[in-house]
Structure formats: structure tokens, C-alpha cells
């Protein structure tokens, strides 16, 4: 057993805005994953390692920029995936760090990463694991910007139109498995 917050401090001040934003944020996500680990026991998705991925999932915000939320970093927003992967690795957190790699959208395909020209390594970053697939649909009810609202699956499914078709088909399965 990990401690997310021990981790998170270590990159982030726990007085600062960002930190906030943060760790309310990851609890929002994290308790939405747990409602779908406890209404889908079938699933067999390990609960503790899914309640350490959700605090974890967006520690790269840091490295980007992102003045709405308080990122100064220099790196575009869409890369605080990978971003925090590289963190949570070098932690020896390899799970984990696959987690937050894949849950930006509803992962990024390689050829999504070709065709739109996305600023990040030439790899596939979907969720794999059923872990991982919770994490990244729960992550999709929720804002930085607002927090403590918790949009509906059709607003949720609105905001993932930029990713394309491919990304709202994989929501509309992940909806039809989790809810």
C-alpha cells in the first residue's frame, strides 16, 4: 500500500492553489472509480490499487501550462499524461504510471496521436487494464476548473468530442459496462 498524498507533496507545495486543485480533483475521481469497483464486483478490479491510481492519475499537471488551473510548467496540457507516468516511474510505480499515461481522453490511439498531431511520444496510450478503464472514465465526470460538480454522461461525453469518434464510441462502452 502506497500513500498518494505523501507522493503528491513531494511535487506539489500542499499550500498552493494547484495543490488544491489537485487533490480535490483526484478525490472527486477517485470516489466515483470506488462506486463503480463496488456496484461491479464481476469486473475483479483491485480496489486499492484503483483508489491510489485515481489520487495519482494527474500528478504531471505541474510540468504544463495551464494558467486556469495554476500549471506555470512548459509543456502543452495534453502532455501531463505521459508527464506523470515519467514521475510515478521513476517512483517505482510502474502501474501506476500506466494509469496516468492512459487516461487522457479515453487513452490516446497512435493513430490519433499521428493524425492530430498531439505533442506526445509516438506510442499507444489506451487503458488496458480494467484498473485503468475505470480510472479514465470516472475522470471524464469531472473538472478542474469546477470543482465539486459532477457533469452528467452526455456533458462528460460532449467534452470528449475533440478526441473524435473513436474516443466517444469507447466512452459510450465504458458507460454501458460501468453505469
Given at each position: 500500500?502506497?500513500?498518494?498524498?505523501?507522493?503528491?507533496?513531494?511535487?506539489?507545495?500542499?499550500?498552493?492553489?494547484?495543490?488544491?486543485?489537485?487533490?480535490?480533483?483526484?478525490?472527486?475521481?477517485?470516489?466515483?472509480?470506488?462506486?463503480?469497483?463496488?456496484?461491479?464486483?464481476?469486473?475483479?478490479?483491485?480496489?486499492?490499487?484503483?483508489?491510489?491510481?485515481?489520487?495519482?492519475?494527474?500528478?504531471?499537471?505541474?510540468?504544463?501550462?495551464?494558467?486556469?488551473?495554476?500549471?506555470?510548467?512548459?509543456?502543452?496540457?495534453?502532455?501531463?499524461?505521459?508527464?506523470?507516468?515519467?514521475?510515478?516511474?521513476?517512483?517505482?510505480?510502474?502501474?501506476?504510471?500506466?494509469v496516468a499515461e492512459r487516461h487522457t481522453g479515453t487513452g490516446l490511439s497512435l493513430k490519433q496521436i499521428i493524425e492530430q498531431?498531439?505533442?506526445?511520444?509516438?506510442?499507444?496510450?489506451?487503458?488496458?487494464?480494467?484498473?485503468?478503464?475505470?480510472?479514465?472514465?470516472?475522470?471524464?465526470?469531472?473538472?478542474?476548473?469546477?470543482?465539486?460538480?459532477?457533469?452528467?454522461?452526455?456533458?462528460?461525453?460532449?467534452?470528449?468530442?475533440?478526441?473524435?469518434?473513436?474516443?466517444?464510441?469507447?466512452?459510450d462502452k465504458w458507460g454501458k459496462m460501468f453505469l
Amino acid at each position: 500500500m502506497i500513500d498518494p498524498i505523501a507522493i503528491i507533496k513531494k511535487y506539489y507545495d500542499e499550500n498552493s492553489e494547484l495543490y488544491h486543485i489537485l487533490v480535490t480533483h483526484s478525490k472527486e475521481v477517485t470516489e466515483k472509480a470506488l462506486k463503480i469497483v463496488d456496484a461491479h464486483p464481476e469486473l475483479g478490479a483491485d480496489r486499492q490499487f484503483v483508489e491510489e491510481g485515481a489520487m495519482l492519475h494527474d500528478i504531471g499537471i505541474f510540468k504544463t501550462s495551464a494558467s486556469g488551473i495554476s500549471c506555470d510548467g512548459d509543456k502543452p496540457y495534453i502532455c501531463h499524461g505521459y508527464l506523470g507516468s515519467e514521475l510515478l516511474q521513476a517512483e517505482g510505480l510502474p502501474r501506476h504510471a500506466l494509469v496516468a499515461e492512459r487516461h487522457t481522453g479515453t487513452g490516446l490511439s497512435l493513430k490519433q496521436i499521428i493524425e492530430q498531431n498531439l505533442p506526445v511520444p509516438h506510442r499507444d496510450m489506451r487503458p488496458v487494464s480494467i484498473e485503468e478503464q475505470i480510472i479514465c472514465f470516472a475522470d471524464k465526470f469531472f473538472s478542474k476548473t469546477h470543482l465539486g460538480e459532477e457533469r452528467d454522461f452526455e456533458q462528460a461525453r460532449r467534452k470528449l468530442e475533440k478526441f473524435g469518434e473513436e474516443s466517444l464510441n469507447q466512452f459510450d462502452k465504458w458507460g454501458k459496462m460501468f453505469l
